[in-house]
């Protein structure tokens, strides 16, 4: 069954899907013993749904290294192998083995494996991921890649991607930025969400935005529109299903009960376009703290009827994983009960 949704809420077969769940974005290419530990903590928090990523870029392809795209004298080329694109077959196989929906983003605004930099790097360009929105050959190139996937057929279950019913949306990128030029990332979203509107009729598509807002001079950076984006632009276009926002107060400078406005922000903002919102990534670095913080947090998200929030990050302690971790991460659901008590109360109706 597939993810729809219904006013600010998702739904599944006309019932109520409200998302508790993690980030976890090795999951995609792991061996298969470090994706079962991981979906294994994942449902023991109560999770059903994980986002991990569905990229892998590589400048050139390296014996026993995971990627799944590269370059080969000059072309842009998919790695189809078991150290490829075979790595998220599996994933998509055992996460609906799990009773787990997945969350996908197509690409990287940052460097890390790879990114929008590596195809600015392939293709030639100059290295500012605006030209990533604007250049044709980069545009070109990243429609080829929606098209690669979504056409896909799974070599674990025979199904094309776009059947697949573990995968509940395609998101466009992680996490993409545009500073001084708003419109250019608008429209880069307008049309490559039409574009997977046109090839896939069962997933949900998302930006994969931070969340900001452009309200003017307000010198707050969230709000004041200096990073490119303009979250509630977003929101209304007819080609996105979702909107989404991230939440690092810590990071950000700002005290923890910032997330509390951050939260009533974007819930206000999806009732006004009528579509659901979701917190696809927060977190705390504080250990002492973090579950403390994290079920203030959950409670607003309740409070504002919220459609869901992922954790950044659940981590692995397998040996191809372990060094896959950053201040926010955790191990297990004994490290955030929090989030588990949040699902409970979801499942329960109480929301």
């Not at 452009?214 to 969230?222: K, Q, Y």
């Not at 990073?227 to 299903?241: F, K, T």
Request: proline share 4%.
């Amino acid at each position: 069954m597939f993810v729809s949704t219904a006013g600010t809420q998702f739904v599944i077969d006309g019932a109520r899907f409200p998302i508790v769940g993690v980030n976890c974005y090795f999951l995609s290419f792991c061996t298969e013993a470090s994706r079962a530990a991981v979906l294994e903590e994942a449902r023991a928090m109560g999770g059903n749904v994980i986002r991990t990523s569905a990229f892998h870029d590589d400048l050139t392809r390296r014996d026993g290294e995971v990627c799944f795209q590269y370059s080969d004298n000059g072309v842009i080329t998919v790695n189809d192998g078991a150290d490829g694109l075979q790595r998220l077959d599996a994933c998509i196989a055992d996460a609906e083995t799990h009773g787990i929906k997945l969350i996908l983003p197509l690409v990287n605004h940052w460097g890390d494996f790879g990114g929008m930099p590596r195809y600015l790097e392939w293709l030639g360009l100059p290295p500012n991921t605006v030209e990533f929105y604007r250049a044709p050959l980069a545009r070109s190139a990243y429609r080829n890649w929606i098209r690669t996937l979504l056409t896909r057929r799974n070599t674990r279950t025979g199904r094309l991607y776009l059947d697949e019913p573990a995968v509940m949306a395609w998101e466009l990128a992680n996490e993409p930025r545009c500073p001084g030029d708003h419109q250019l990332l608008l429209d880069w979203v307008g049309e490559m969400s039409e574009y997977i509107q046109s090839l896939d009729t069962n997933h949900l598509v998302a930006c994969g935005d931070e969340g900001f807002f452009r309200r003017g001079f307000t010198f707050d950076d969230l709000y004041d529109g200096s990073h490119g984006v303009d979250c509630e632009a977003i929101l209304r276009l007819g080609s996105v299903d979702f909107g989404t926002y991230h939440m690092y107060p810590d990071h950000w400078g700002r005290p923890n009960d910032f997330g509390q406005r951050w939260i009533a922000d974007h819930c206000a903002a999806g009732r006004r376009a009528v579509k659901p919102v979701l917190l696809e990534e927060y977190g705390v670095k504080d250990a002492a703290a973090r579950n403390a913080v994290i079920a203030l947090w959950l409670a607003a998200v309740e409070d504002e009827r919220g459609a869901g929030d992922l954790l950044w990050m659940l981590g692995g302690e397998g040996a191809d994983v372990r060094g896959f971790r950053d201040g926010y991460t955790v191990l297990r659901a004994a490290d955030v009960p929090a989030v588990a008590e949040h699902g409970a109360r979801l499942q329960a109706g109480r929301h």
